[in-house]
């Protein structure tokens, strides 16, 4: 399977649907092939597609892999997910998607971990310890989003609330 094909038939379908294409992979398992896409967008609040979304796409994706010579008669498994919290932030949109979020920079003088607070496309506010601070994009050279377990989380009408 040809994965510039596939990426070509699959992008302008994840374009329509305000979706796109983080990254895709093609594995083989047995006589099968496993093709994952992952996909990533801004969604209905800002902060990355929807479940509802990735299964719209997901459906619209099979269906277009049906159509199409790009896999052949070749057999294969469909996954179809976002691009995942464990991913490296490496573009602003990433930065503005995961607002709210904590986070770990590694930059050149060591590395820091704060909330996002916001972000463009030069560089990333964070709260540190309660101090505002700005980060060039350019400085960091890898970021990743801290998992966090909370009770409250900001935004979350679901959160149990102290009585």
């Known amino acids: 399977m040809n ?3 596939l990426a070509s038939l699959v992008e302008p379908i994840l374009a329509t649907a305000g979706l796109e294409l983080d990254r895709m992979e093609i594995v083989r398992a047995g006589k099968r092939s496993v093709l994952r896409f992952y996909l990533d967008g801004d969604g209905p609040q800002g902060q990355g597609p929807s479940l509802d979304e990735i299964a ?16 052949g008669n070749a057999p294969y498994t469909l996954e179809v997910s976002s691009r995942g919290v464990s991913r490296p932030l490496t573009e602003a949109k990433h ?3 995961n607002t709210g979020r904590l986070v770990t920079l590694t930059v050149a003088d060591g590395s820091l971990s704060g909330r996002i607070l916001g972000a463009d496309d030069e560089a990333v506010a964070l709260d ?6 700005s980060v060039a994009l350019a400085d960091i050279t890898h970021a990743v989003v801290t998992a ?8 979350d009408d679901d959160a ?3 009585e």
């Open 3 to 5: 994965e510039h094909a």
């Open 56 to 71: 719209e796409a997901t459906r619209a994706i099979s269906v277009a892999l049906d159509d199409s010579p790009a896999v």
């Open 95 to 97: 930065f503005r998607r």
């Open 128 to 133: 540190v310890d309660g101090t505002v601070r």
């Open 148 to 155: 966090e377990l909370r009770k409250d989380v900001p935004g």
């Open 160 to 162: 149990d609330e102290e």
